[in-house]
């Protein structure tokens, strides 16, 4: 609340500095001689005279200025002689210095204080451990849990499977090992190496066979180009009484082969060794099915009555039979490559026992899809 001051003068309370002269008892100020002359000491013998008349505005009647305006004005210094000013200098008192203990029991408190709160704010000292010791709690209980769910789950699925299933049984209990052999590995070695050779062997005299116009390989020959003729006229060869064996032979005799490899792999038996062999290697020779394209074009030609075998008459067999012993030595080689299979057997002490036998279905199927002659194939 602000200090309000209570005057028992009627007078207001006017500022020193700017108030007129006061109405001195006696008669009224000579107002000429203050507006020609103005007071020379500027208001400062005003305040002195109103000091002597103890009037409002003096000393305890006056409001306080602030402490700092006090002390500045307390630190000035004044000649001896100067007017007393009517504002009262007080120096404000020196702070009693506290007790030397009770001063650093104090700091010791207030650091103390300032620490507890940086560790609450830091996440440490008792609330940081409590927090730690809840997580642990938590984390101990979800193990738990999950230790029991998973058990409860195993048991409803061993429920499960003994319900829907017919009868237990065991994996081993089903399951049929084959049988295993003790061998020489020395002797498998022998085996193997003889079986190789062999294989490269066979494969040749097979294929010589072939060049050589084995009956196998000439009938699927002229298939191939029975193929191409009958697609072109709408009857075989036979039918037309064409013989087409020398040119099948002759396709067969233009042959050449070259072996790139041959394998052989076997497992133990109780007698001894079975081996697979295998042997990859280049054919080259004339693919007669185009002459057959050929052949029928050229029996064409000869005269527009041939529409069925029966038109075909002995001079026309003659000049077509001439015709294809002509183009089968202008025929092309293409190369093929080709495999062979073969099965072997050894004995225990390495020696081959039997083969290697050729798998002739396979590969003379092989052969006849190369020559055209795809009613072998099946």
């Not at 006017?14 to 009224?28: L, S």
């Not at 120096?91 to 620490?115: L, N, S, W």
């Not at 490269?200 to 072939?210: H, I, R």
């Amino acid at each position: 609340m602000a200090w309000k001051p209570h005057f028992t003068d009627p007078e207001p309370n006017i500022d020193p500095f700017n108030a007129p002269d006061p109405i001195m008892p006696g008669g009224e100020p000579d107002f000429e001689m203050s507006c020609e002359e103005p007071d020379a000491d500027d208001g400062i013998g005003r305040m002195a005279r109103r000091n002597e008349r103890k009037e409002p505005g003096h000393r305890n009647h006056r409001p306080q200025r602030a402490r700092h305006d006090r002390s500045i004005d307390s630190g000035s210094t004044k000649p001896a002689d100067a007017p007393v000013s009517p504002v009262r200098e007080e120096t404000p008192p020196e702070p009693k210095a506290a007790p030397t203990g009770r001063r650093e029991r104090g700091q010791r408190e207030r650091r103390a204080v300032e620490r507890g709160v940086r560790k609450t704010l830091a996440g440490g000292g008792p609330q940081k451990r409590r927090t730690n010791f809840g997580c642990l709690i938590v984390f101990i209980l979800f193990f738990t849990l999950s230790g029991a769910i998973g058990a409860l789950f195993e048991g409803c699925s061993s429920c499960v499977d003994s319900v829907f299933s017919e009868d237990d049984y065991t994996y081993e209990e089903d399951y049929t090992y084959e049988d295993s052999y003790d061998y020489d590995s020395d002797a498998y070695g022998v085996a193997r190496d003889a079986l190789v050779e062999e294989t490269e062997n066979a494969t040749a005299a097979e294929l010589e066979f072939a060049i050589s116009g084995g009956e196998p390989y000439v009938e699927r020959v002229m298939a191939g180009f029975s193929y191409g003729f009958t697609n072109m006229m709408g009857f075989t060869p036979e039918e037309a009484g064409i013989d087409v064996r020398p040119a099948a032979e002759r396709v067969l005799a233009r042959g050449a082969y070259d072996i790139d490899s041959t394998y052989a792999f076997g497992d133990a038996t109780a007698d001894g060794f079975a081996f697979e062999c295998s042997s990859y290697f280049y054919i080259t020779m004339p693919d007669l099915t185009e002459l057959g394209y050929d052949a029928a074009d050229f029996l064409r030609g000869l005269h527009d009555g041939i529409e069925s075998a029966a038109d075909v008459t002995d001079s026309d067999r003659a000049e077509l039979e001439a015709y294809l012993a002509q183009e089968v030595e202008a025929l092309t080689p293409t190369e093929m490559y080709e495999s062979m299979e073969f099965t072997a057997t050894a004995d225990a002490a390495g020696a081959v026992t039997e083969g290697p036998v050729l798998d002739s279905d396979t590969w003379l199927a092989s052969f006849a899809s190369r020559m055209g002659a795809y009613e072998y194939t099946d």
